[in-house]
């Protein structure tokens, strides 16, 4: 009798948004390739970030006889115990964590989510720009005082802008940063990325592309900075406090990436100080922001607990369409999508 090849799910996520279902569940059996098994552990597991810093015990358990893996991430303690492992696929986008586990010196491929965030995403940056953009930020505070007040808004020095009077820079083109351009772009924006390889040219969204040696230069011309890119040895600390105090005074700054990219306490001071119009953050360098934060005191900025990526009903679905296509290119030996370039980080 042949032996039957495994893949592993292991998506009993603890936060319901992220969860299995069973609709997605059912679909994975029903499209299976033959000769392939699907087990799935029951054992719940975080969908935070890159993932878990470990496994579930049943995991370890099942991991060894897994071809195939799909989960949050991937930790050393699966990488340790498994035996016959040739694809993981997580369902973050980010790999930070999946690198660590010893996955970056095998020849286990590795494809991720990049991309399936995007819509969401990109429908969050929009919204955070004309928070600021449009003074909602002020009626918000106005409405909870009780107070008619058109001063502001019609002030001759007002920071009302529209989107299409705007030009925005977008570090990080692909998935999640093409997103947005394409929805701020359609808006009437005008969207200048930033990218590690500006010779492949301006995805649909863009007016230009440039690398990131371009990025000081570009930085006192942006009305709003949106960070979109990987965690990766390039992008660690790239917006410094010097690199942020290059933005005009009316700047909003959007960070939908990591907060590892972002000097937070260089941005709460020129916050403070009225050097920037704003701030949209949904990730930070320790999450849960600590309480002590002055983050949480400004009216400047809007704090999200990492949820810019929610999205009821819409997440499988895209999800489904990225792996299922990919586990049939793997039974068949074609490329697949979304393969992790294990020496660039993403």
């Known amino acids: ?59 370890v358990r099942l991991i060894p006889d897994a071809e195939a893996y799909f989960g949050f991430g991937f930790t050393n303690d699966l990488f340790l115990a498994a035996r016959h492992l040739r694809w993981v696929h997580s369902a973050a986008a980010g790999v930070g964590a999946v690198l660590k586990s010893g996955l970056a010196t095998s020849d286990v491929v590795i494809t991720n989510s990049a991309g399936i965030h995007g819509p969401p995403i990109g429908e969050f940056v929009v919204a955070g720009l004309l928070h600021f953009m449009r003074g909602l ?14 001063s502001f808004f019609v002030a001759d020095d007002s920071p ?19 997103e947005v351009a ?27 592309v440039f690398g990131l040696d371009a990025i000081e230069r570009e930085l006192p ?5 949106v960070l979109a890119a990987p965690l990766t040895a390039e992008t660690a600390e790239l917006m410094t406090r010097a690199r942020l105090g290059m933005l005009p005074r009316h700047c909003i700054v959007v960070n939908v990436a990591r907060g590892a990219i972002l000097d937070e306490e260089a941005l709460a001071d020129l916050l403070e100080a009225g050097r920037l119009r704003g701030a949209v953050l949904d990730v930070f360098r320790k999450e849960p922001l600590a309480t002590t934060s002055r983050l ?10 990492h949820v810019s990526p929610v999205s009821p009903g819409r997440f499988w679905p895209r999800q489904l369409d990225l792996f299922l296509d990919n586990w049939q290119r793997y039974v068949a030996g074609k490329p697949l999508r979304n393969v992790v370039d294990k020496t660039a980080g993403y």
Do not use: Y
């Open 1 to 59: 009798m042949t032996e039957r090849r495994r893949l592993l799910l292991d998506l009993s996520a603890t936060s319901r948004n992220w969860a299995l279902t069973p609709d997605a569940e059912a679909r994975i059996r029903s499209e299976a390739p033959d000769g392939w098994e699907v087990v799935r552990v029951a054992a719940a597991i975080s969908s935070d970030g890159d993932g878990p810093d470990f496994g579930s015990d049943e995991a």
């Open 137 to 150: 930020v002020v009626a918000i505070a106005q409405q909870q005082r009780g107070e008619w007040n058109k």
């Open 160 to 178: 009302l802008r529209e989107l299409s009077d705007s030009r925005v820079l977008i570090v990080g083109t692909g998935g999640l940063g093409g």
């Open 182 to 208: 394409r929805r701020l772009s359609g808006l009437g924006a005008t969207c200048v990325g930033i990218r590690r390889h500006p010779e492949q040219g301006a995805p649909p969204g863009f007016s230009a």
């Open 221 to 225: 011309t942006a009305d709003a900075l």
């Open 296 to 305: 949480w005191q400004l009216r400047s900025v809007v704090v999200m607990p």
